[in-house]
């Protein structure tokens, strides 16, 4: 199975600052070394095949393979393996309770944050059990130690009320996600978590327990502390997987399960972009593109950052996890837009702007009135020298399209460079490429500047 992404940098190489082709096929031998290096050495590192010397320690590496690894164990043991495990457990739990929290910190959210937002229902919590196919609703609590964040979250649950759940709707269960216990981290919620969920179940303790997963690794801190507290359903991570690259991990794909989210067809995806990424040479392979025009932009105009244009909100959770990996990986900063929250400034900025566009929606197109007569330029749409354009579609879907090819027209007339990552739809298995993919670019890219990805 070929990725399903696209990238398309030419929009980068065709104005006066952009790159010129032959930079990009100069850095070809450079990215086919590294591609090498990920998927062979640093495997063999892992494995304890060879030893890892100190200028790669830490090696937090395990997620490149780790979507093939799941997979395969499951088609070896539909009952043992970790995944068959998970999908047992979620299914039974998805019974019982009608809410689920999730507590971790910030850098364990973001991914089951970002996969929640791409493959769910936009106001998934909003809807009613039924319209949720029997779902349970999803809290993510653990950003801060916020004293009203976390007693709101308790009051949401019911706790204030001190007495058990009478009915499913008032029933939820916990899941605590993580590494260490750090003196001001979220291991010193677990245990009013705990003591409320065990009120919620009546004063059952076992039952309690029965309702409360713990995904981390086997040696962490927060796994010792959750086996004192007694919780039932035990996850493991590997050990070598920092929290900037567990998305696809148990760490994403349980709370995604809990959502009903397809986690077999997120790691199917995955899977994909990474065999096109460890078969396919420089010239054709995308991923190694991506990166290669990111870096060249970088030491081309040495601005310490790079942009999103984002054209889905079902895609801003997964820029926020995307800003968090790159700020940990290459000290980047990414400067996201929404469309159209941009005008005459942002085309003007000098760093390359990535656009990410989506082909397909999840609802039928939105039918829209007749076209305008005529178009009216504002100030926030300064580039707009032509929109007539924008009122010749039917749909809501033919108007956004419209808009991401005007804007694209604008953008090169003003000067601006660009490149062009393509979603054909924002489902489960585009979402699970989306993250491999970058994921395996973001360790390129800073290998290309001679860091370690995972320190």
Partial sequence: MLPMLRFDPSLAMQVGNGLEPSELACVGPVLDKLRDEICDIDEKMLSGEIPTPPSKQPLNAAFASLPQRLLAEYEADRTASQLARMLAVTKQLMTEVDRVVVLAEPSWLSGPRALMQACCQPHFNELTRGER????????????????????????????????????AQRWALVVMGDACEPFGVGRLLFPFMRALEVNCGGDGQLARSRAIVVARETSPLRQLTREVG??????????????YSGLSLVGLLPAALLGINVMKLLEGARAVHNHFRTTKAASNEVLQYAAVNHLFQRKLATGGRSWSLWSERLDAM????????RDSLGEVLQVDVWPKFGKSFAARPALLQQIVVRQFRFDPLSLPGPRTQATETEQEPLAQDTTSFGSSQTLVGTLLDAVDHTQQSLVRAGRPMSVLTLPRVDEPCVGELLQWLMLATVVEARLLGRNPYQ
């Fill in 231 to 244: 919780i039932a359903h035990e996850f493991s991570i590997p050990t070598a997987m920092g929290a900037a």
């Fill in 319 to 326: 820029a926020a996890w995307y800003q968090r990996l790159i």
């Fill in 133 to 168: 196919g029997s779902r349970p609703r999803m809290v993510f609590v653990g950003d801060s130690l916020d004293n009203d964040a976390v007693q709101g979250a308790l009051q949401l649950l019911g706790a204030h009320r001190g007495r058990a759940a009478d009915c499913l």
